[in-house]
Structure formats: structure tokens, C-alpha cells
């Protein structure tokens, strides 16, 4: 089982920017991809960002060019930069991993528990 910790979330005005971060942990054979989703009030959850175990990433259009995600496998962590936010951008940001338990098992799917990003002046 996996266990997905995301911190740095917070208020910020409109253009600035925050780091988040997600921290994996518990007994898994190998994480495969790693991505952050978001759900804003009234709103589905919607992808944001997935990285691969390689490095190949994946972002939603409305995020392309301001909101980078990076990855260390060392620490199991992932991260997503977010500059130049924008009200929209206003949502719990949510960590996810597909992981393996044990070698040639199917992947599995662990969400965290979700952080806050509020964009306001």
C-alpha cells in the first residue's frame, strides 16, 4: 500500500506562485507514473500534470507554459511549480501514483488527500 502526502499549498495573489510537493511512502514494488489532479468548488476533478518513471511529462492545456512538474525517484517525491496562477486556478490540488506492489503485478492507483491552492487578491 501507498501513501501520498502532498504539502505546500496556501493563499497567493493572482501571478505569483507556489511549490508543491508529494511525498510517497509505504510498501510498493515500483511507482510508475505520478501526476497532480485539481477539483475546484462545483467542478470535476481534472488532470493537471503526469510525469512518468522516465521523465516524460503530460499538461492540461489550461496549465502549459506556467505549471512545471519534476520528479525524484530517490525520494519518491513529485513536485508541481505553479507560476503566474490565476483565480481559475483556485482548487484542491490532489498527488497521484500508480505504483506496483511486486514485480509484473498490475498497477495501482493512490490518491492523497488533497491541498488547498487559493488564487485571490
Known amino acids: 500500500q501507498v501513501q501520498l502526502v502532498e504539502s505546500g499549498g496556501g493563499l497567493v495573489q493572482p501571478g505569483g506562485s507556489l511549490r508543491l510537493s508529494c511525498v510517497a511512502s509505504?510498501?510498493?514494488?515500483?511507482?510508475?507514473?505520478m501526476g497532480w489532479h485539481r477539483q475546484a468548488p462545483g467542478k470535476q476533478r481534472e488532470l493537471v500534470a503526469t510525469i512518468t518513471s522516465d521523465g516524460s511529462t503530460n499538461y492540461a492545456d489550461a496549465v502549459k507554459g506556467r505549471f512545471t512538474i519534476s520528479r525524484d525517484n530517490a525520494k519518491n517525491t513529485v513536485y508541481l511549480q505553479m507560476n503566474s496562477l490565476k483565480p481559475e486556478d483556485t482548487a484542491v490540488y490532489y498527488c497521484?501514483?500508480?505504483?506496483?506492489?511486486?514485480?509484473?503485478?498490475?498497477?495501482?492507483?493512490?490518491w492523497g488527500q488533497g491541498t488547498q491552492v487559493t488564487v485571490s487578491s
Open positions: 509505504g510498501s510498493f514494488f515500483r511507482i510508475n507514473a
Open positions: 497521484n501514483a500508480l505504483y506496483q506492489r511486486r514485480v509484473a503485478a498490475a498497477a495501482i492507483s493512490a
